[in-house]
């Protein structure tokens, strides 16, 4: 039976959302939470303007990058969709960071299919490129845009910075178990279905 196949962002869906906060807390002298974190633009949520953000930033992606813990359940509900499902991930990352990025993939054993790094938030061509079937993400836009322009589902984990409105279609989910619940009922694999 042909597999499904999945796009999945990395930070903030397969990461943590909190992942970038202690080296932005350490850097600039905040203690920003989660919770100050309402807009996807860091830079609304202290006082600092873009470009000092940015540049520090791309000092900084490969030790963030190295370091991001995996958001709870995600290693566990991967590896076991891994067996069903192909996993490609689709990330606005620099191809710069790719041997960081699949470093970090090896080191915290979560599997994958394949890794596309397309250094930009514009998600639409590459997940149509791939045919993916269903999108995981933490950015409403995107999650929005990759929704409309292909008609799949998109999972949107729920974060502070992602709570506007949703078309149907966009599913706001609160961890990785919901989202594993979600996609074995829509997904079902032949497993499941010779149960």
């Known amino acids: 039976m042909r597999k499904f196949r999945f796009g999945i962002d990395i930070d903030g869906t397969v990461t943590c959302p909190t992942s970038l906060l202690p080296h932005i807390n350490e850097q600039f002298g905040c203690n920003l939470v989660l919770d100050d974190i ?4 860091l830079t609304k949520a ?3 303007t873009e470009e000092e953000f940015y540049t520090w930033y791309k000092q900084a992606e490969s030790t963030i990058y190295a370091t ?12 076991d969709w891994q067996q069903h499902y192909e996993l490609y991930y689709i990330s606005a990352r620099g191809e710069n960071v790719m041997d960081c990025t699949h470093n970090w993939f090896e080191q915290q054993a979560i599997p994958f299919d394949h890794i596309e790094l397309i250094g930009s938030h514009h998600k639409v061509e590459t997940a149509k490129k791939f045919n993916v079937e269903a ?4 950015k409403h836009d995107n999650a929005v845009d990759i929704h409309e322009a292909l008609s ?3 999972l949107l984990f729920d974060t502070p910075y992602n709570r506007q409105p ?8 609160h961890s990785w178990q919901e989202a594993d619940e ?14």
């Open 38 to 41: 309402v807009e996807y633009d």
């Open 46 to 48: 202290f006082p600092i």
């Open 68 to 79: 991001s813990p995996a958001q709870e359940y995600a290693k566990m509900i991967l590896t």
């Open 135 to 138: 999108f995981f993400e933490d």
């Open 152 to 154: 799949i589902p998109v």
């Open 166 to 173: 949703i078309p149907e279609g966009v599913i706001r989910v």
């Open 182 to 195: 979600w996609i074995k009922k829509h997904f079902p694999t032949e497993q499941l279905m010779n149960k």
